[in-house]
Protein backbone atom coordinates (compact mmCIF):
# COMPACT_ATOMS: atom_id res chain seq x y z
CA UNK A 1 0.00 0.00 0.00
CA UNK A 2 1.51 3.39 -1.04
CA UNK A 3 1.95 5.62 2.16
CA UNK A 4 -0.42 8.41 2.56
CA UNK A 5 0.53 12.33 2.87
CA UNK A 6 -0.55 14.33 5.53
CA UNK A 7 -0.50 17.84 6.20
CA UNK A 8 -0.61 19.49 9.27
CA UNK A 9 -1.63 22.92 9.47
CA UNK A 10 -1.42 25.22 13.01
CA UNK A 11 -1.46 28.95 14.20
CA UNK A 12 -0.09 28.92 17.47
CA UNK A 13 2.58 27.36 19.71
CA UNK A 14 0.30 25.60 21.49
CA UNK A 15 -1.27 24.34 18.29
CA UNK A 16 2.30 23.46 17.32
CA UNK A 17 1.95 21.25 20.40
CA UNK A 18 -1.46 19.54 20.03
CA UNK A 19 -0.64 18.52 16.24
CA UNK A 20 2.69 16.93 17.32
CA UNK A 21 0.58 14.75 19.63
CA UNK A 22 -1.88 13.77 17.31
CA UNK A 23 1.34 12.69 14.51
CA UNK A 24 3.40 11.26 17.16
CA UNK A 25 0.33 9.01 18.11
CA UNK A 26 -0.43 8.47 14.69
CA UNK A 27 3.19 7.14 14.24
CA UNK A 28 2.71 4.74 16.74
CA UNK A 29 -0.31 3.05 15.31
CA UNK A 30 1.78 1.91 12.38
CA UNK A 31 -0.06 3.82 10.13
CA UNK A 32 2.43 4.49 6.84
CA UNK A 33 2.40 8.50 6.34
CA UNK A 34 4.15 11.29 5.37
CA UNK A 35 4.06 13.67 7.27
CA UNK A 36 4.54 17.43 6.87
CA UNK A 37 3.70 21.13 8.42
CA UNK A 38 3.16 24.30 8.23
CA UNK A 39 2.91 26.19 11.30
CA UNK A 40 1.42 29.79 10.48
CA UNK A 41 2.48 31.63 13.76
CA UNK A 42 6.17 31.15 15.27
CA UNK A 43 8.74 28.91 13.82
CA UNK A 44 7.49 25.75 14.35
CA UNK A 45 10.10 24.58 16.98
CA UNK A 46 7.73 21.84 18.17
CA UNK A 47 7.66 19.89 14.67
CA UNK A 48 11.43 20.52 14.31
CA UNK A 49 11.88 18.33 18.12
CA UNK A 50 9.51 16.26 16.04
CA UNK A 51 11.38 15.66 13.10
CA UNK A 52 8.66 16.80 10.90
CA UNK A 53 9.21 18.79 8.22
CA UNK A 54 8.24 22.47 7.42
CA UNK A 55 7.22 22.94 3.62
CA UNK A 56 7.10 26.89 4.13
CA UNK A 57 9.14 29.87 5.37
CA UNK A 58 8.50 30.84 9.05
CA UNK A 59 9.27 34.07 11.54
CA UNK A 60 8.56 35.17 14.93
CA UNK A 61 6.29 37.92 14.95
CA UNK A 62 6.77 40.85 17.26
CA UNK A 63 3.07 39.36 18.88
CA UNK A 64 3.94 36.36 19.00
CA UNK A 65 0.48 35.62 17.43
CA UNK A 66 -1.69 37.05 19.96
CA UNK A 67 -2.08 40.17 17.90
CA UNK A 68 -6.26 40.53 18.45
CA UNK A 69 -5.18 41.30 22.00
CA UNK A 70 -3.96 44.67 21.24
CA UNK A 71 -4.59 46.27 17.76
CA UNK A 72 -1.04 47.94 18.08
CA UNK A 73 0.57 44.70 17.74
CA UNK A 74 -1.29 43.93 14.62
CA UNK A 75 0.41 46.69 13.32
CA UNK A 76 3.99 45.81 14.36
CA UNK A 77 3.59 42.54 12.54
CA UNK A 78 2.27 44.32 9.60
CA UNK A 79 5.46 46.47 9.72
CA UNK A 80 7.16 43.18 10.29
CA UNK A 81 6.35 41.74 6.80
CA UNK A 82 2.69 39.57 8.09
CA UNK A 83 1.01 39.94 4.85
CA UNK A 84 3.94 38.72 2.21
CA UNK A 85 4.68 36.02 4.66
CA UNK A 86 1.22 34.32 5.04
CA UNK A 87 1.01 34.51 1.38
CA UNK A 88 4.29 32.61 0.65
CA UNK A 89 2.70 30.33 3.53
CA UNK A 90 -0.43 29.91 1.48
CA UNK A 91 1.23 29.46 -1.67
CA UNK A 92 3.26 26.57 0.04
CA UNK A 93 0.68 24.85 1.32
CA UNK A 94 -1.05 25.13 -2.60
CA UNK A 95 1.98 23.57 -4.03
CA UNK A 96 2.51 21.18 -1.30
CA UNK A 97 -1.56 19.92 -0.68
CA UNK A 98 -1.61 18.73 -4.11
CA UNK A 99 0.34 15.88 -3.13
CA UNK A 100 -1.65 15.21 0.30
CA UNK A 101 -4.48 12.91 0.83
CA UNK A 102 -5.98 15.09 4.53
CA UNK A 103 -5.07 18.19 5.71
CA UNK A 104 -5.08 18.53 9.80
CA UNK A 105 -5.50 22.11 10.88
CA UNK A 106 -5.48 23.13 14.79
CA UNK A 107 -6.25 26.52 15.61
CA UNK A 108 -9.28 29.31 14.74
CA UNK A 109 -10.43 30.69 11.48
CA UNK A 110 -7.10 30.93 9.78
CA UNK A 111 -6.02 27.52 10.14
CA UNK A 112 -9.33 26.33 8.98
CA UNK A 113 -9.42 29.40 6.42
CA UNK A 114 -6.12 28.08 5.23
CA UNK A 115 -7.10 24.45 5.12
CA UNK A 116 -9.80 24.80 2.94
CA UNK A 117 -7.88 26.81 0.59
CA UNK A 118 -6.17 23.32 -0.05
CA UNK A 119 -8.82 22.36 -1.77
CA UNK A 120 -8.12 18.73 0.24
CA UNK A 121 -10.11 16.82 2.34
CA UNK A 122 -9.28 18.33 6.00
CA UNK A 123 -10.30 17.95 9.95
CA UNK A 124 -9.90 20.55 12.13
CA UNK A 125 -8.73 20.78 15.96
CA UNK A 126 -10.80 23.51 17.22
CA UNK A 127 -9.06 24.59 19.77
CA UNK A 128 -9.58 28.87 20.32
CA UNK A 129 -13.12 28.74 20.45
CA UNK A 130 -15.36 26.95 23.60
CA UNK A 131 -18.86 27.32 25.35
CA UNK A 132 -17.28 28.43 28.38
CA UNK A 133 -16.11 31.72 27.16
CA UNK A 134 -19.80 32.86 26.68
CA UNK A 135 -22.12 30.09 27.50
CA UNK A 136 -22.40 29.46 23.77
CA UNK A 137 -19.95 29.56 20.89
CA UNK A 138 -20.35 31.99 18.03
CA UNK A 139 -18.29 30.63 15.42
CA UNK A 140 -19.01 33.72 12.72
CA UNK A 141 -20.64 33.38 9.49
CA UNK A 142 -16.97 32.78 7.80
CA UNK A 143 -16.00 30.07 10.20
CA UNK A 144 -19.19 28.36 10.13
CA UNK A 145 -19.01 28.13 6.50
CA UNK A 146 -15.71 26.38 6.38
CA UNK A 147 -16.47 23.90 9.32
CA UNK A 148 -19.55 22.86 7.10
CA UNK A 149 -18.30 22.48 4.11
CA UNK A 150 -18.91 19.00 2.72
CA UNK A 151 -14.44 18.88 2.20
CA UNK A 152 -14.37 19.14 5.85
CA UNK A 153 -14.79 15.53 7.17
CA UNK A 154 -14.45 16.24 10.93
CA UNK A 155 -14.26 19.04 13.76
CA UNK A 156 -12.63 18.00 16.77
CA UNK A 157 -13.57 20.32 20.07
CA UNK A 158 -11.29 20.90 23.03
CA UNK A 159 -14.22 20.00 25.50
CA UNK A 160 -17.46 18.60 25.59
CA UNK A 161 -19.45 21.75 26.80
CA UNK A 162 -18.32 22.90 23.30
CA UNK A 163 -19.42 19.75 20.95
CA UNK A 164 -23.07 19.61 22.74
CA UNK A 165 -23.70 23.06 21.57
CA UNK A 166 -22.43 22.65 18.54
CA UNK A 167 -24.38 20.03 17.44
CA UNK A 168 -27.53 21.92 19.10
CA UNK A 169 -26.77 24.49 16.46
CA UNK A 170 -26.58 22.26 13.66
CA UNK A 171 -23.04 21.29 13.19
CA UNK A 172 -23.53 17.92 13.34
CA UNK A 173 -20.15 16.76 12.51
CA UNK A 174 -18.52 18.08 15.85
CA UNK A 175 -17.68 15.95 18.31
CA UNK A 176 -15.16 15.68 21.51
CA UNK A 177 -13.11 12.84 22.31
CA UNK A 178 -10.45 14.51 24.34
CA UNK A 179 -8.16 17.18 24.71
CA UNK A 180 -4.65 16.30 23.21
CA UNK A 181 -2.98 19.17 25.51
CA UNK A 182 -3.89 16.64 28.03
CA UNK A 183 -1.42 13.57 26.54
CA UNK A 184 1.85 12.76 27.65
CA UNK A 185 1.98 14.52 30.92
CA UNK A 186 3.14 11.43 33.12
CA UNK A 187 5.79 11.80 35.44
CA UNK A 188 9.09 10.37 34.06
CA UNK A 189 10.74 10.35 37.31
CA UNK A 190 12.69 13.56 37.32
CA UNK A 191 14.89 14.59 40.43
CA UNK A 192 13.23 17.46 41.30
CA UNK A 193 15.11 17.65 44.71
CA UNK A 194 11.56 18.56 46.59
CA UNK A 195 11.73 18.16 50.08
CA UNK A 196 9.61 15.78 51.39
CA UNK A 197 6.28 16.87 53.22
CA UNK A 198 6.46 20.49 52.23
CA UNK A 199 3.91 22.11 49.50
CA UNK A 200 5.45 22.57 45.97
CA UNK A 201 4.29 25.66 44.08
CA UNK A 202 5.04 25.22 40.40
CA UNK A 203 5.94 28.73 38.48
CA UNK A 204 5.13 29.16 34.92
CA UNK A 205 6.58 32.18 32.91
CA UNK A 206 5.55 31.13 29.43
CA UNK A 207 7.18 30.58 26.53
CA UNK A 208 7.60 33.28 24.00
CA UNK A 209 11.05 35.48 24.48
CA UNK A 210 11.62 38.12 25.69
CA UNK A 211 8.06 38.07 27.42
CA UNK A 212 8.55 35.42 29.93
CA UNK A 213 11.42 36.70 30.64
CA UNK A 214 9.85 39.62 32.05
CA UNK A 215 7.39 37.26 33.72
CA UNK A 216 9.97 35.50 35.25
CA UNK A 217 11.24 38.45 37.13
CA UNK A 218 7.88 39.51 38.17
CA UNK A 219 7.36 36.23 39.62
CA UNK A 220 10.52 36.08 41.59
CA UNK A 221 9.56 39.12 43.12
CA UNK A 222 6.08 36.98 44.15
CA UNK A 223 8.31 34.34 45.42
CA UNK A 224 10.05 36.93 48.02
CA UNK A 225 6.46 37.76 49.02
CA UNK A 226 5.02 34.38 49.62
CA UNK A 227 8.31 33.25 51.19
CA UNK A 228 8.57 36.45 53.77
CA UNK A 229 4.97 36.06 54.80
CA UNK A 230 3.25 32.21 54.01
CA UNK A 231 2.08 30.27 57.15
CA UNK A 232 2.57 26.97 56.09
CA UNK A 233 6.62 25.50 54.28
CA UNK A 234 6.94 26.25 50.69
CA UNK A 235 9.45 25.25 48.11
CA UNK A 236 9.33 26.43 44.21
CA UNK A 237 10.11 24.91 40.74
CA UNK A 238 10.37 27.04 37.82
CA UNK A 239 9.01 24.92 35.07
CA UNK A 240 10.97 27.09 31.61
CA UNK A 241 11.47 26.41 27.65
CA UNK A 242 15.24 25.85 26.98
CA UNK A 243 15.45 29.05 25.14
CA UNK A 244 15.09 31.05 28.71
CA UNK A 245 17.71 28.98 30.59
CA UNK A 246 20.63 31.05 29.40
CA UNK A 247 18.77 34.16 30.34
CA UNK A 248 18.72 32.87 34.31
CA UNK A 249 22.62 35.05 34.62
CA UNK A 250 20.38 38.47 33.45
CA UNK A 251 17.52 37.82 34.71
CA UNK A 252 19.37 37.07 38.74
CA UNK A 253 20.62 40.32 38.14
CA UNK A 254 17.91 42.48 37.17
CA UNK A 255 16.34 41.05 40.44
CA UNK A 256 18.47 40.72 42.93
CA UNK A 257 19.30 37.09 43.10
CA UNK A 258 21.79 34.95 42.23
CA UNK A 259 21.97 31.94 39.75
CA UNK A 260 24.02 28.86 40.71
CA UNK A 261 23.48 25.93 38.63
CA UNK A 262 19.73 26.36 37.25
CA UNK A 263 19.02 27.57 40.95
CA UNK A 264 17.67 31.10 41.41
CA UNK A 265 18.88 32.30 45.32
CA UNK A 266 17.71 34.94 47.14
CA UNK A 267 20.51 35.61 49.81
CA UNK A 268 18.05 36.43 52.86
CA UNK A 269 14.61 36.63 53.29
CA UNK A 270 13.55 38.04 57.10
CA UNK A 271 10.64 36.61 58.75
CA UNK A 272 10.92 37.79 61.94
CA UNK A 273 13.36 39.55 64.10
CA UNK A 274 15.34 36.38 64.56
CA UNK A 275 14.89 34.24 61.64
CA UNK A 276 16.42 34.88 57.94
CA UNK A 277 15.68 32.60 55.29
CA UNK A 278 17.16 31.37 52.34
CA UNK A 279 14.77 31.40 49.11
CA UNK A 280 15.26 29.07 46.18
CA UNK A 281 14.13 28.85 43.14
CA UNK A 282 14.91 25.36 41.10
CA UNK A 283 14.62 25.87 37.51
CA UNK A 284 14.25 22.95 34.67
CA UNK A 285 13.63 23.02 31.16
CA UNK A 286 13.34 19.15 30.76
CA UNK A 287 10.58 18.23 33.92
CA UNK A 288 7.43 20.46 32.75
CA UNK A 289 5.27 17.14 33.11
CA UNK A 290 7.30 16.15 36.83
CA UNK A 291 6.97 19.63 38.07
CA UNK A 292 3.07 19.65 37.50
CA UNK A 293 2.40 16.44 38.65
CA UNK A 294 4.33 17.06 41.73
CA UNK A 295 2.69 20.29 42.82
CA UNK A 296 0.59 21.82 44.89
CA UNK A 297 -0.08 25.31 43.06
CA UNK A 298 0.38 26.30 39.85
CA UNK A 299 1.31 30.30 38.89
CA UNK A 300 1.00 30.93 35.57
CA UNK A 301 1.25 33.83 32.96
CA UNK A 302 0.97 31.60 29.67
CA UNK A 303 -2.11 29.51 27.86
CA UNK A 304 -1.89 26.13 27.37
CA UNK A 305 0.76 25.13 30.19
CA UNK A 306 -2.22 26.95 32.89
CA UNK A 307 -4.87 24.53 30.89
CA UNK A 308 -2.65 21.36 31.42
CA UNK A 309 -2.36 22.44 34.94
CA UNK A 310 -5.94 22.95 35.49
CA UNK A 311 -6.50 19.28 33.89
CA UNK A 312 -4.40 17.77 36.38
CA UNK A 313 -6.51 19.09 39.17
CA UNK A 314 -4.36 22.21 40.30
CA UNK A 315 -5.35 25.33 41.56
CA UNK A 316 -3.19 28.09 39.86
CA UNK A 317 -2.92 31.82 40.26
CA UNK A 318 -2.49 33.98 37.34
CA UNK A 319 -0.97 37.14 37.82
CA UNK A 320 -1.61 39.16 34.39
CA UNK A 321 2.07 40.97 33.22
CA UNK A 322 2.62 43.67 30.19
CA UNK A 323 1.96 40.64 27.20
CA UNK A 324 1.65 41.21 24.54
CA UNK A 325 0.26 37.41 25.37
CA UNK A 326 -0.12 37.25 29.03
CA UNK A 327 -2.26 40.59 29.53
CA UNK A 328 -5.18 40.81 32.09
CA UNK A 329 -7.73 40.44 29.33
CA UNK A 330 -5.79 36.79 28.05
CA UNK A 331 -5.78 35.76 31.85
CA UNK A 332 -9.78 37.09 32.51
CA UNK A 333 -10.37 35.18 29.06
CA UNK A 334 -8.81 32.41 30.71
CA UNK A 335 -10.37 32.32 33.73
CA UNK A 336 -14.05 31.94 31.60
CA UNK A 337 -12.89 29.36 30.25
CA UNK A 338 -10.85 27.36 32.85
CA UNK A 339 -13.77 27.76 35.70
CA UNK A 340 -12.67 28.12 39.77
CA UNK A 341 -9.50 26.47 38.71
CA UNK A 342 -8.05 30.22 37.99
CA UNK A 343 -7.80 33.21 40.15
CA UNK A 344 -6.42 35.97 38.18
CA UNK A 345 -5.18 38.84 40.71
CA UNK A 346 -5.05 42.17 39.76
CA UNK A 347 -6.80 43.68 36.53
CA UNK A 348 -3.70 45.60 35.56
CA UNK A 349 0.05 44.25 34.83
CA UNK A 350 1.19 43.06 38.78
CA UNK A 351 2.48 45.65 40.89
CA UNK A 352 3.79 46.11 44.39
CA UNK A 353 0.25 45.67 46.10
CA UNK A 354 -0.88 42.96 43.11
CA UNK A 355 2.12 40.89 44.05
CA UNK A 356 1.33 41.00 47.97
CA UNK A 357 -2.48 40.24 47.06
CA UNK A 358 -0.89 37.20 44.94
CA UNK A 359 0.72 35.91 47.54
CA UNK A 360 -1.98 36.20 50.45
CA UNK A 361 -3.88 34.20 47.44
CA UNK A 362 -1.13 31.43 47.73
CA UNK A 363 -1.62 31.14 51.21
CA UNK A 364 -5.42 31.29 51.64
CA UNK A 365 -5.58 28.53 48.53
CA UNK A 366 -2.82 26.06 50.22
CA UNK A 367 -5.07 26.24 53.21
CA UNK A 368 -8.91 25.11 51.50
CA UNK A 369 -9.31 21.98 51.54
CA UNK A 370 -12.55 22.08 50.17
CA UNK A 371 -11.52 24.29 47.12
CA UNK A 372 -8.20 22.00 46.66
CA UNK A 373 -10.75 19.15 45.80
CA UNK A 374 -13.45 21.21 43.97
CA UNK A 375 -10.06 21.83 41.28
CA UNK A 376 -9.83 17.82 40.64
CA UNK A 377 -13.65 18.08 39.60
CA UNK A 378 -13.36 21.25 37.45
CA UNK A 379 -10.01 19.87 36.01
CA UNK A 380 -12.24 17.12 34.58
CA UNK A 381 -15.25 19.10 33.32
CA UNK A 382 -13.51 21.93 31.61
CA UNK A 383 -10.72 19.77 29.98
CA UNK A 384 -11.32 16.16 29.60
CA UNK A 385 -9.27 12.67 30.34
CA UNK A 386 -6.30 11.93 28.35
CA UNK A 387 -6.34 9.80 25.41
CA UNK A 388 -7.46 12.61 22.71
CA UNK A 389 -4.55 12.37 20.19
CA UNK A 390 -4.93 9.05 20.22
CA UNK A 391 -8.46 9.28 18.99
CA UNK A 392 -7.85 12.10 16.63
CA UNK A 393 -5.13 9.59 15.26
CA UNK A 394 -7.25 6.37 14.95
CA UNK A 395 -10.13 8.90 13.03
CA UNK A 396 -7.10 9.78 10.21
CA UNK A 397 -5.62 6.03 10.11
CA UNK A 398 -9.63 4.93 9.66
CA UNK A 399 -9.89 7.42 7.10
CA UNK A 400 -6.90 6.86 5.05
CA UNK A 401 -7.72 3.19 5.35
CA UNK A 402 -5.20 1.83 7.53
Known amino acids: ?112 AIAHASNRPYIIFLSAHSSYYEGRVDLGLILWQLLSSKKCLAVFTRDALTAADLNRQGLKKAQFVG ?30 LPEATDNLVLLLELVKEIASNSTLPVQFRAALVPALMPELDDIAARSGWQHRSRKLIFPAIKRSFYEEKLVEVMCSA ?23 AVGLGKPVIALPGNGPAFTYRFAEAQNRLLGDSVQVIGAQPANFDIIKEAALAVDRTLQDDKYLASCIQNGLERMGRSGGSIKIATYVANYLGY
Not at 193 to 200: C, D, G, K, S
Not at 286 to 301: P, R, T, W
Open 179 to 208: NPVMDNLNSTGKDLQLIPAVRTIALLPGSR
Open 1 to 112: MKSKGILFLSNGHGEDTINCQILKALRASGADVDVSAMPIVGDGAAYCRSTVPIIGPTSQMPSGGVFYMNPLFFLKDIGAGLIALTWQQLQAVWRHSRHCDLVVGTGDIVAA
Open 286 to 308: DAFADILQQSSLVIGMTGTAVEQ
